[in-house]
């Protein structure tokens, strides 16, 4: 009974019409051995069960991982295998990965997956087709005891005919799906199956169904929109036994709101195969872009002499993107592309989603943060994300599936260099209809000497077979060669914060692009990272676990710091958002540069935990910047203010000069810009409005000037400049000190702890210590005023190591230096390449005025600036320079007045006693505590390439 129980659940008939549905049980087993072929599975009924549509790991299949597990994906820092620190995470039952998050189980190989069907007498003599939506990734099939064939497309459905096979009654399907990297080797860092991001994982997604049609069939349908001649020219390919009949061609608006019915035009055709149609779309077509994203459905019917008809529905959008010079143009309106890379990261699944319903929810994010452009990084998307991108009006840079580097090549006649033509040909065919299909590369930064050769060919190929959009060679970084042919650039010039000088809105990246004659979109830009958010780890509860995390957090708890990750998490967000910011409006103030794409608007769980989004691998929020205050500086329209400081004395006068960036749907009547100077508590000190003006679409499109003399403020203030057009508007901070005379009565001040320092603290006084240049422990700490770059593991240590630091804006420290509990532009003078001092030897009890925030992979307790009880004595300590210069470092100057002004009040008592010893040993010179990775080899794209 429980057998003919089985047997009826896994022939259950699921009808649409003439479709089967084969979602639900299967009949599986694993193959780790490869003998299933063989030794003929295909004829013996599978032990195991399984559900599909789904992975192995989603049905609890697999193994368990250990610290053997062999990995899709490259480790460059193999220091956790052999670091005497991670041995408690090498352990059975306690394994915490860091390189990215954890599966619950893993296999790599083989696995067979069978079903028995009933094919319904009414199918006799149809077309059938077996469509596995997603399967990962190489699938071979047979029908009861008869081979059908092989496919191992990543990028689109795999779809076996089985007419000739499926007769009426019942028969059994068995699909051999293998994960492994074989012959065909795309990269194993590549987005398309690394663990680094999706997971390499086993099984079949999407939709997995039979369907039967008519004998005469429509095998595809291409259409090539023709803005100029108001019609379509619809590619139609025929298959079959009939020999003539009819096309017809239907096609109407569908959400819009503007209702649109094409009129329908009716062909005849005498041979099967390729047909072209011109299809006139009517006098008001409707146009698709970001802003008003109208799309249509095509109905084409072919109706055969003799026999069944067939039809296919397509979505697609009237709309051409081209180059003009250095710009995207769509529809014949200036496009800047404000993006973001999609790294194939789903943790709850390991795979994308595969409903469209999840993708329009993605969008929709994106787009409230400003954004109108995603990149797939080496890999494709399936049909959903397509559909709705067209229906959000998102512009779609899919790639072929492959990183070929990293054990693979391009160009050196392996098997990669045939796959990329099939793969990227399947993806057209496929997906090449879809408006918001407007850009195409082979995939990201390749190894091989001939490359450029190949990537010129590749181009080429698909300018001359498919003008629907534009395409590149590669997405790539700056070491990789030039490729002429490219029709746009995807290149990492122009990126990066000129903060090696004073900070100001005045840089952009022309010295970058202006060689290049296409549109230049800027590679990965971004990549300033966050410290972790503890928070998220109860958020998977799908096929991952954040071992990473968890990790992190414990070793975090180690160093007793256990209760500021929250704090740590703000204070290192609010850094990372003046980067992106700093870097957005350089790119926006970038005459000629067409657009960037950032790595990434959400978190990189992979290559050592590279948390570079502003948002999780969830798409949700962290906590410190909405999409509102985001779109300020990234959106269609952002204005922006060019200053070439922004700290000043009281005796300067703010000068900016007011651009407005402008990229909507339209030019702008008679637009009317203000602007106010506001200090911290809201008051306005000054305000004005610039010339009205009509703003055409373009960029640095000049709204005036700003003066405001600063003689007015007579404290140390912080305050900020607003721009505003209308509902747009955007700021940035700015700093005035008048200047000061600090008084050292009673204070001794020093460089070292000297004789006469120490008397004083024994004797009960005050101690300034400025420690500059001077401490020991913590040289090894390398700290700029940007955050950490991708992350300290994957680039092994390259600086800086640090995120920016923590500090309480109440303290009466700060009484006259004001500050927010994270770093800020002011801060920039005395931060930038500064020393910090390794206090892990100190109780944990001392808490640090100015604490820096150490890279998650150590934790180590930093500190800036601290205050302690010596002897008797009264101690506080800096390794920043408050003493060079400071005639022309206002900000040093301030500063210290600040901290001497503290020192004389009756505040000045700290509460932790510490020995004169722990102190001296910041400054005695010691073995510094190098930190092993263990591996010589360094990440491949800091490689020069042949």
Known sequence: ?????????????????????????????????????????????????????????????????????????????????????????????????????????????????????????????KHILLTLEKPHWETTVWIDDKPVGKQNSLTTAHVYDLSALLTPGKHTISVRV???????????????????TQGNWNGIVGKIQLSAGAVTWLEDVQVYPDLQHKSARVSVRIKGAVSAGKIQLRAHSFNSGVAQDVALLETSFKDTGLIEINYPMGQHIQLWDEFNPALYQLTVTVVPEHGEKDEKMIQFGMREFKADGKRFVLNGHPVFLRGTVENCVFPLTGYPP?????????????????????????????????????????????????????????????????????????????????????????????????QAAYLGKFVNYWKAKDPRRLYTGASVGMSWPLVPENEYMVKSGPRGLRWSHLPSTVFDYYDKIKEQQVPYVTHEMGQWCVFPNFKEIK??????????????????????????????????????????????????????????????????????????????????????VTAAEFRKFCAPTVLLAKMPEMVYRNTDTLHADVVVTHFGQAPLQQARPEWRVINKQGEVLAKGTLPVKDIPLGENISLGKIQVPLSGIHEASALQLEVSLDSISNNWPLWVYPGVSP?????????????????????????????????????????????????????????????????????????????????????????????????????????????????????????????????????????????????????????????????????????????????????????????NMYTKDSPDELKPKK
């Open 743 to 931: 008084d050292t009565t009673g204070i001794y001040i020093c460089d070292t702890l000297d004789v006469l320092a120490q008397q004083k603290l024994q004797a009960g006084g005050k101690v300034l210590l400025l420690a500059a240049g001077k401490v020991q422990q913590g040289k090894d700490v390398i700290q700029s005023f940007t955050p950490v770059f991708w992350n300290t593991s994957w680039f092994k240590m390259r600086p800086p190591h640090t995120l920016g630091f923590v500090c309480d804006p109440a303290h009466p420290v700060f009484n006259n230096f004001p500050t927010e509990d994270h770093s800020n532009y002011q801060w920039w003078e005395l931060v930038n390449t500064a020393q910090v001092m390794n206090i892990e030897t100190f109780p944990v009890t001392v808490k640090p005025l100015l604490q820096n925030i150490d890279t998650w992979f150590l934790n180590r307790r930093l500190s800036m600036l601290m205050e302690v009880k010596v002897g008797k004595g009264r101690l506080m300590i800096t390794s920043l320079d408050l003493t060079n210069d400071l005639s022309h470092r206002i900000v040093a100057q301030q500063l210290r007045y600040s901290l001497l002004k503290y020192m004389h009040s009756s505040a000045f008592n700290p509460s932790e006693k510490v020995s004169l010893e722990t102190v001296q040993a910041l400054f005695i010179p010691q073995a510094v505590k190098k930190i």
């Open 354 to 450: 595969m409903e469209e319903k999840e993708w329009l929810r993605i969008f929709n994010i994106a787009k409230s943060y400003g954004l109108n452009h995603m990149r797939f990084h080496s890999w494709c998307p399936p049909e959903a994300a397509f559909s709705a991108a067209d229906k959000t009006g998102f512009y779609l840079q899919p790639e072929g599936p492959s990183w070929a580097n990293h054990g693979t090549s391009l160009g050196d006649r392996l098997p990669i260099d045939q796959y990329i033509y099939d793969e990227t040909n399947r993806m057209v065919t496929s997906y090449g209809n879809h408006a918001s299909f407007c850009m195409m590369a082979y995939g990201n930064e390749p190894r091989g000497g001939k």
């Open 539 to 624: 958020k998977y509860s799908g096929v991952f676990r954040a071992k990473n995390f968890e990790l992190f957090k414990e070793n975090l708890e180690d160093h007793h710091m256990g209760k500021q990750a929250a704090d740590f998490l703000m204070a290192s967000g609010k850094l990372q958002v003046l980067c992106y910011k700093a870097e957005i409006e350089a790119s926006l103030r970038t005459r000629g540069l067409a657009g960037f794409q950032l790595l990434s608007l959400n978190d990189y769980p992979g290559q050592g935990t590279a948390l570079v989004g502003i948002l999780d691998p969830f798409w949700d929020e962290k906590g410190y």
């Open 1 to 125: 009974m429980k057998k003919l129980l089985v047997f009826l659940l896994l022939t259950i008939k699921a009808y649409a019409g003439d479709t089967l549905s084969l979602q639900g049980s299967w009949h599986f087993k694993e193959d780790p051995s490869d003998v299933g072929i063989s030794e003929k599975w295909y004829l013996q009924q599978l032990t195991g069960s399984i559900q599909l549509p789904g992975s192995m790991t989603e049905n609890g299949k697999g193994n368990d991982v250990t610290i053997n597990t062999h990995w899709t994906g490259s480790i460059y820092d193999s220091s956790w295998y052999f670091n005497p620190e991670m041995a408690k995470y090498r352990q059975p039952g306690n394994l915490k990965f860091p390189f990215w998050l954890t599966p619950l189980k893993y296999y790599v190989g083989a696995a067979w997956y069978q079903r028995d069907v009933n094919i319904p007498v009414t199918w006799k003599q």
């Open 178 to 196: 293998d994960n492994r990297i074989k012959e065909i080797n795309v990269g194993q860092d590549s987005h398309s199956l690394t663990d680094h």
